[in-house]
């Protein structure tokens, strides 16, 4: 663990990093120079109207620190009290979908949900896999946490998409299956994007002027993507001269391969215009994986501020009592902070893009991450502390300049003390009846109350015990005392008793929720429809089990005037 967290800083090593508010005195005062580069003269405290945001602070020591100013909290509108929806995109399917929900279909969701009261939307992630011919089926395994997803384009509302017809009628058909079938989805978009791409028929001007704001990063994602077109997904494998981005064949390939490099530019260009459209008639949260691919282009990018002899994942608890290795790498925390938090920054923002809130998956992550060595289990892991401070405060700036809501989902083995601190910095808490022993009536106003989540069974599920078959069957040993707890923690919470109608547990809880004081309360599509199968089963894999693939067993055009699904929106808004 110790030679995985290399560098570790000497006790009198000078912290490149410094987090003052407005009006805070200086540890050495210096020459001020702010964010966007205004000198702002000698200080010894952080002015009272310096502006927040990323600073440089030149000491009179001679030596630099990147100066953090914040205003200490995330932004929050004055009397929320919003409900709205939890949903996975990839699932919900229209009848012009191509085999898959799309960005297409969450603007015709939003449209509905805004017109029946909801205030928001909870989308599942929309971030890159990695580039290849079978894309990562799980959306918290990205390859990028910057860049969209691709396949989710709505390939019939690009320009010059008119001449498609075969390839729509293809990908179409495949709406007819019980699964999403992501090679085949791609090989039809791909193939539908690059001939759209030849015909030219697009704003030129725009996607130049669009390319040029988006700098850097963007180009080194078309760069990685067309190696990865070259080379085969997964940079570990590649040779040797294009295992960097700052290596001299790489810089080649932008040269010398430029137009395929502003192809991939121009998906992302398209993916960006079709996203804010999709994010206008509601509040989008966004939902932040806690990490990414090893293989994929973030870890290929910051790889020198990587753990290279780490992974991390979770403790063996009472849910899980091997514990568990999500395979992702962490950042060493003082190679992050010389990175002046430079990938943290880029990651919200880039996650704020078009986006009205935020979900920060396993935001206790943002305290306390488990690291496992390689070759080694998860029991035999450790926790490393985070730059606590520094990540939250950066989380405020991005936060308030956005205007956006952020929700820590704050679940399982819990640091003492982390609940209030995010309290304090005013995050949502996320409060689950499955797990809350007070009822609803009880939830913090500062809270997202709901039943269920993507890793959880589902109301039908649990109610019926359906859930436990679908452990049996994806070769997981059922768990019928933990299926229990969570059935009578759902009539608890509905108030209702052991021998209710599944319809009549999931209008009560839903009620009940609705007139919580939580300031949000979602409900997941899979509850409003009364499905059995939840969207993912953790501990399985491949073959095991269509994790993230399972579609909604209805379109889009009929869901939303389905009984269950309007009564269920009348039953949780009517306490809002």
Known sequence: MLAALE???????????????????????????????????????????????????????????LLITGPGRCWMPAGLREWGWTMQLPTTRSRRSWGI?????????????????????????????????????????????????????????????????????????????????????????????????????????????????????????????????????????????????DLAAVRRVARDDAVRVAFHAWVQWCFDLQLGSASSALRRFADVPVGFDPGGFDAWEWQDSLAAGASIGAPPDRFNRDGQDWGMPPFVPRRLAEAGYRPFIETIRAQLRHAGGLRIDHVIGLFRLWWIPSRFGPADGAYVRQPTDELLEILAIESERAGAIVIGEDLGTLQAGARRVLARRRLFS?????????????????????????????????????????????????????????????????????????????????????????????????????????????????????????????PLDDLVDLPAVRATVEAISAGR
Request: glycine content about 10%.
């Open 430 to 554: 996320t409060r689950l009846t499955y797990f809350e022993r007070l009822p609803p009536s009880r939830y913090s106003v500062r809270s997202i109350g709901g039943v269920t989540t993507h890793d959880l069974p589902t109301i039908a599920g649990t109610w019926s015990g359906a859930d436990l078959d679908d452990q049996a069957a994806s070769s997981v040993t059922p768990d019928p005392d933990g299926l229990a707890i969570l059935r009578a923690r759902l009539a608890a919470a509905a108030g209702v008793g052991t021998d209710a109608s599944l319809e009549h547990v999931a209008l009560a809880v839903h009620r009940a929720l609705g007139a919580s004081p939580a300031g949000l309360v979602s409900v997941t599509l899979e509850d409003a429809l009364r499905l059995e199968r939840r969207p993912n089963l953790p501990g399985t894999m491949g073959e095991q089990r269509p994790n993230w693939s399972i579609a909604l067993p209805v």
């Open 101 to 245: 929900g799309d960005l297409g279909d969450l603007r015709a969701f939003a449209a509905w949900a805004a017109g029946t009261g909801a205030g928001f939307a909870i989308v599942s992630p929309v971030v890159a896999p990695n580039p290849g011919p079978n894309p990562e089926p799980s959306p918290y395994f990205p390859s990028t946490r910057r860049f969209g997803n691709p396949i989710l384009l709505a390939i019939d509302e690009l320009p010059g998409a008119d001449a498609l017809d075969e390839l729509a009628s293809a990908a179409r058909a495949l709406n007819a299956g019980p699964l999403i079938d992501r090679p085949r989805v791609w090989a039809l978009k791909r193939t539908a994007l690059e001939r759209t791409w030849e015909r030219g028929a697009f704003d030129r001007a725009g996607f130049k002027a669009w390319r040029t704001e988006r700098g850097a990063s963007l180009e080194r994602w078309a760069v990685f993507a067309t190696l990865s077109d070259r080379l085969g997904p997964g940079w570990r494998s590649w040779p040797e001269p294009y295992r960097h981005p």
């Open 7 to 65: 560098p570790l800083p000497a006790a009198d090593d000078l912290d490149p990093v410094l987090v003052a508010p407005r009006g805070a005195a200086l540890p050495v005062a210096g020459e001020l120079i702010l964010e966007d580069g205004t000198p702002a003269g000698r200080h010894a405290a952080v002015p009272p109207d310096a502006p927040y945001g990323y600073h440089r602070l030149v000491r009179d020591d001679g030596l630099d620190q």
